[in-house]
């Protein structure tokens, strides 16, 4: 339940907002509960409530909140100032840490938001093949660029065949041209996306791929299908860009590393701004070199007021340095024991739900077999239903799961944490068992 000081500054909210709030992804029942701070790996509404975080500005915050050496790096830049129209030292500290991570990566170019990222890794590939179009995932969300916008969402009206899966429209007014640039393929289905990405390579400067895509299930990919995009790509020479934006928190070398994926450029966002605005475009010398502007008109040109700002750059290095292989494989036992403890909830109840995700990262559907991809994973009104009642259940008991139970861990998180997060899981269940019996015939 929403406490009376979120009621009322929601009523103040819409005054001004057209919908209350400036972010689509904001979550509300239909109030959104109001944050005035957070510790660690909590955070407290403005009625006084503590809730574990599951949701850390979605995947952002892998330190949780108010993380010290963030501040002290973000205080010590604000002493020297905020930002400048030249460089500083501060992102060549964050841009060497990348690079030496990040397998195949030569150079960067910084931006402000995840979206940018992929609209510039989107041109790059553009201007270095001299093809206009991509292909991307069903399902998958890339941030707001009208292409990587494409069949974002969906559902059994508008996703087409399965063979050859429709551009779907995200927005009323999205160009047709757009939609007609925009190549679609289901996830997990390698003699598919083979055929898509030959048949229209003439064409095709990238297949945009995140590795695990949150929105579309957080399904793990398959050998076959990563194998499969990655040879037809590079028989084409189309090339290959994993967005990591949101999973480059899945291990020190990121989720491309993990699944042996080998791209031709990355995108970065989210945890390497330690909780500032950030986004990257990483790849080899070979293609990003259409960025260079020394003393020429670059292939592309890349600039924007707050890329690589200075207190960006030193929050992230802050929270990338912390970030070692010891602490990810702590974040990775926390995510393997939360996983199984609820599995073992699912097993011994015969519940109908599955758990997917890796490394900090999980997802509960209301299914009873796993998804394979986005199809799959999509939830029936009665699923959508007892997915919602799942999220309010969760805050009830003081847990902030996001709408849809894709959840994320941070390393201030115990395992005291995580066994609560589990124990709530078995409550709803016993709790619920009506309505979750719907679901299950
Ligand atoms: C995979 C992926 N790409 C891109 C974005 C867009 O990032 P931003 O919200 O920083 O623009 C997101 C955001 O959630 C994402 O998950």
């Known amino acids: 339940m929403i406490g009376t000081n979120s009621l009322s500054t929601f009523e103040r909210a819409k005054r001004v907002f057209v919908d209350g709030t400036t972010r689509v992804t904001v979550e509300r029942d239909p109030t959104p ?136 429209r995200s927005y009323k007014g999205q160009p047709e041209s757009v939609l007609s640039e925009v190549v679609t393929l289901r996830f997990n289905d390698p003699e598919g996306a083979a055929r898509l990405i030959a048949e229209n390579a003439h064409r095709l400067a990238a297949v945009l791929l995140d590795p695990m ?29 994993a967005d990591e934006v949101l999973n480059f928190r899945q291990g020190y070398h990121g989720v491309s590393a993990r699944f042996g994926l080998q791209p031709d450029l990355y995108t970065l966002g ?94 509960i559907h209301p299914k009873r077999r796993t998804p394979q991809e986005f199809r799959d994973a999509v939830t029936t009104p009665d699923e959508t239903n007892v997915m919602r009642e799942m999220s309010r259940h969760f805050a009830e008991q003081g847990v902030l799961l996001p709408f849809g139970a894709a959840a994320c861990l941070s390393t201030p998180m115990t395992k005291a944490d995580v066994d609560m997060v589990a124990d709530v899981f078995a409550s709803f269940i016993e709790k619920h068992s009506t309505q979750i019996e719907k679901i299950s015939s």
């Open 33 to 168: 509960r109001y944050l005035s701070n957070g510790t660690g790996a909590y955070v407290h509404d403005i009625d006084g409530r503590a809730f574990l975080d599951l949701n850390g500005n979605y995947t952002t915050l892998i330190h949780g909140h108010r993380f010290a050496p963030v501040i002290d790096a973000v205080v010590n830049q604000m002493q020297s100032g905020a930002c400048f129209a030249n460089p500083t030292v501060a992102e060549i500290e964050l841009a060497e840490l990348l690079c030496k991570r990040v397998p195949g990566v030569d150079s960067i170019r910084f931006v402000s938001t995840g979206s940018e990222a992929v609209m510039f890794a989107v041109k790059a590939a553009r201007a270095f093949t001299g093809r206009p179009c991509i292909a991307k995932i069903e399902g998958a969300y890339h941030g707001a660029y009208d292409w990587a916008e494409v069949s974002q969402a969906g559902g059994p009206d508008s996703w087409g065949s399965a063979e050859r899966p429709n551009s779907v």
């Open 213 to 241: 895509p949150s929105r579309a299930g957080l399904i793990s990919p398959t050998a076959d299908f990563l194998e499969a995009v990655s040879k037809t790509a590079a028989k084409h020479q189309v090339l290959v860009i």
């Open 270 to 363: 989210k945890i390497i701004g330690g909780g500032l605005p950030i986004g990257a475009i990483a790849g080899r010398n070979e293609i990003m070199s259409v960025f260079d502007a020394a003393g020429k008109r670059p292939a592309l040109p890349q600039g924007g007021t707050f890329s690589a700002n200075p207190l960006s750059m030193v929050a992230g290095a802050a929270a990338m340095r912390a970030l070692d292989p010891s602490v990810f494989e702590r974040l990775e036992q926390l995510g393997d024991h939360l996983r199984n403890s609820i599995r073992a909830h699912i097993a011994a109840t015969s519940a109908p739900f599955v758990v997917t995700g890796a490394a900090s990262l999980l997802r």
